[in-house]
């Protein structure tokens, strides 16, 4: 419910974009610098190289051992249990209280002077890059995102569907969300579907659902100049209305963006399930309360953003605890020291929100922790518990506050297998020191982190996957692996197209074609295809055992680019090269190792992309391999 302000929407453009559109732009225009300035060298080329092969999958893993915990004070994520044994065996719950007899030979741990927690949800982020990694470094085992890149659905539903190890928080997520023409929404940068025809809306939620949306988010937005006057579009509210029937209708929860008692108050009218912002403009009519009471509505107030748009400094004192900051990446650090610096207009924003919060717990709405990780003054996984401390001083007792962000948000997005210690649920865990239920800031003193009962390691780094040399597999089950992408300057508000299919290959397996079109409406047009090291597309994974980048091209006989992005900065200048693309077979090798701008320790991904001139493009790879 934050007003969208236009210096907010400079910094969100900026610190909201996707990952991966972010740093291409970056390498787009470090690669028109360079062209300028000197041209980039070339790979070297050489006879052809092997066929492709899969890797191994770096998440498998057998099911884990049992453990027990003994003598733990337990926040079963309804209420306090003093003193408990919790048996956790092949990573769900297996028992729990007090006098639960543990298996001979099973590992016991003292749990005497600690609190073991449901691990935390996060019901308001957005998760690019390292989100989830950084997310679980702090308890936070579950993340409920409220726009991102749909690509990445797909993926996170199978490993939140699993009970492998994992190195990330599972996401459920909103997807594409439904705003109208020059909405909130639409000014990131890249551009995506907007809904104006309420006839339409069956057809557009479909398509979001199609697409895997776990739940249909829907903004009513309007920034406003100092005259009242709408500087942005918003839905109207036939489309509102019928979108929200329309997610009913798929029996999908509607949630929606609002900043304004008066969008609130249409929201819930309409038939919304949730509100994801608290208002800070005012403090709410009566009324209003009453009625997302009656409604069985739920509100996420974000307070931590909320306390960023009012610049607070609650991000900045959050970075400070020691309890906190060991665990914080820099760019982590940056990130909570930062804010909307909205003017002193918005100063009180955050007292208000915090009274319309107190007023909604009074009544009765249930409230669930988010912290809308991801824009200036929040970080994933931290701000949790900084949102934690703000609703104790907007009137939650510690223990309601616990609830906010373990069963309140699993029973609200009917995440049966989590959110509470009880048998056969997941071992999602938060093993910290004192106790919570009194001192919800004693939620930062992390003892022990279990997801799916493995214990994490909070070592910066620790988490980051490995990725091994040899053959990358192009296909898997007959379609492009989920490690390749299509990617163009529509992520950016181009129009360049590129589609990844099969092509006819140089031998007997098939090659991965990028064909598409570079069009005007772009400062620098690009098209192709990248490949991600990591689950999620530039997320870090570790690649210093690499040494080069073989694989074999044909094209249409222009030259390509080559970027790899690397570093604790997805956002960083990524190294190049051009490479010639013959009508002919040819093997290409990059020498990773010894190529400027390049960490391999810290490797993001690979892209080789069409640039320059409009019109249609076609390459082939095979054969690719990291050596």
Known sequence: MHPMTPARFRQARTLTRTALSAGLLLGLLASAAAFAAEPPAAAAQTPAASEAAAP?????????LQFAIRQVRVFDGERVLPSATVLVRDGLIAEVGAKVKVPDGVPVLDGAGQTLLPGLIDSHVHSWGDARGDALRFGVTTELDMFTDHHLLAAAKRERESRAKTTQADLWSAGTLVTAKGGHGTEYGFAIPTLDDPAQAQAFVDARIEEG??????????????????????????????AIKAAHARKRLAVVHVSLEEEAALAIDAGADGLVHINGDRIDDPKLIAAIKRN?????????????VASAGEGARLAADPRI???????????????????????????KSLENVRNLHAAGVPLLAGTDAGNPGTTHGASEHGELDLLVRAGLTPVEALRAATSVPARSFKLDDRGRIAPGLRADL????????????????????????????????????????????LFIDGKPSERWLATSDAYMGGTSTSVLQAGQGGGQAPSLQAKGELTTGFAQPWAGLMFNPSQVPMGVADASAVRELSFRLRGDGHA????????????????????????????????????????????????????????????????????
Not at 603 to 619: D, E, N, T, W, Y
């Open 56 to 64: 191994a999958d770096p998440s498998a893993g057998a099911p884990s």
């Open 213 to 242: 949306s776990d739940y249909i988010k829907l903004v009513l937005e309007q920034a406003r100049d100092a005259n009242g006057k709408p500087r942005m579009a918003t839905l109207s509210e036939p489309a509102l209305r019928a």
């Open 296 to 308: 069985k509505a739920f509100v996420v107030p974000t307070l931590s953003v909320m306390a960023s």
């Open 325 to 351: 900051a060991p665990w914080l990446q820099q760019p982590q650090k940056d990130l909570l020291g930062n804010s909307f610096r909205a003017g002193p207009s918005a100063a009180e924003v955050l007292n």
């Open 430 to 473: 938060l093993l910290v020191d004192g106790d919570p239920t009194t001192d919800i800031t004693a939620t930062r003193a992390v003892r022990t982190i279990w997801k799916n009962g493995y214990p994490v390691s909070r070592a910066i780094g620790a988490n980051v996957p490995t990725v091994a040399t040899g053959p990358i597999a």
């Open 560 to 627: 390509l680019t080559l970027f790899v992005f690397s570093g604790a900065d997805k956002n960083g200048r990524p190294g190049m090269q051009t490479i010639p693309a013959g009508k002919q077979w040819q093997e290409v090798r990059v020498p990773l190792a010894t190529m400027p701008n390049v960490d391999l320790k810290r490797l993001r991904g690979i892209a080789v992309s069409a640039m320059g001139a409009p019109g249609p493009f076609s390459f082939e790879i095979e054969a690719v391999e990291l050596r």
